[in-house]
C-alpha cells in the first residue's frame, strides 16, 4: 500500500505562485512514476504533470511553462511548483502514485483557489 498525503493548497490571486508537496509512505520501493491531477467543478478529472522514477516529466498544455514537477526522493516527496496562476487553475489538486503493477493510489487532493 501506498500512503499519500497533500499539502500547500490555498487561495491565491491570479499571477501569484504556490507550491503543492506530496509525501508518500508505505510501499514507496513500488512507485515508478508520481503526478499531480486536478478537477474543477463539473469537470472531468485531468491530469496535470506526471515525474517518472527516471526523472523524465510531462505536462499539461494548459500549465507548460508555468507549472514545474520535481521530486525529492530522499523526502519520498513530489512538488508542484505552480507560478503564472490563473482562475482557470481553481481545482482540487490530487497526488498520484504509480505502481510497478500499475497500482494506482491517490491523497486525499488540496483545493486549491485563484481568484482574479
Known amino acids: 500500500q501506498v500512503h499519500l498525503v497533500e499539502s500547500g493548497g490555498g487561495l491565491v490571486q491570479a499571477g501569484g505562485s504556490l507550491r503543492l508537496s506530496c509525501a508518500a509512505s508505505g510501499s514507496i520501493f513500488s512507485i515508478n512514476a508520481m503526478g499531480w491531477y486536478r478537477q474543477a467543478p463539473g469537470k472531468q478529472r485531468e491530469l496535470v504533470a506526471a515525474i517518472t522514477s527516471g526523472g523524465s516529466t510531462n505536462y499539461a498544455d494548459s500549465v507548460k511553462g508555468r507549472f514545474t514537477i520535481s521530486r525529492d526522493n530522499a523526502k519520498n516527496t513530489v512538488y508542484l511548483q505552480m507560478n503564472s496562476l490563473k482562475p482557470e487553475d481553481t481545482a482540487v489538486y490530487y497526488c498520484?502514485?504509480?505502481?510497478?503493477?500499475?497500482?494506482?493510489?491517490w491523497g486525499q487532493g488540496t483545493q486549491v483557489t485563484v481568484s482574479s
Open positions: 498520484n502514485a504509480e505502481t510497478n503493477a500499475n497500482v494506482q493510489y
